[in-house]
């Protein structure tokens, strides 16, 4: 049986980047990072795939600020 995938929230990635839920928003407003729209409108609710958070940390001067 397939391995079920962990999504990542705004909050989860505000939290590991040091930052407020709203600059995850604009992160994703602006293309900086693909996120999964839950339905909410243009601020979300938002999920976010594992494998587009390790191509944003690749592509981008952010880390992640707390160990995994």
């Known amino acids: ?3 079920i ?5 705004t909050e989860d990635l505000a939290q590991r980047y040091s930052v407020k839920p709203e600059t995850i928003q604009r992160w994703v407003r602006k293309g900086r ?6 339905g909410g ?3 979300g609710p ?16 952010v880390r992640n600020a707390q160990p995994s």
């Open 46 to 61: 938002y999920s976010f795939r594992p494998k587009d958070v390790d191509e944003f940390e690749r592509k981008s001067e």
């Open 33 to 38: 990072i693909k996120a999964l729209n839950l």
């Open 41 to 43: 409108g243009r601020l």
């Open 5 to 9: 995938e962990t999504y990542y929230t």
């Open 1 to 3: 049986m397939p391995e």
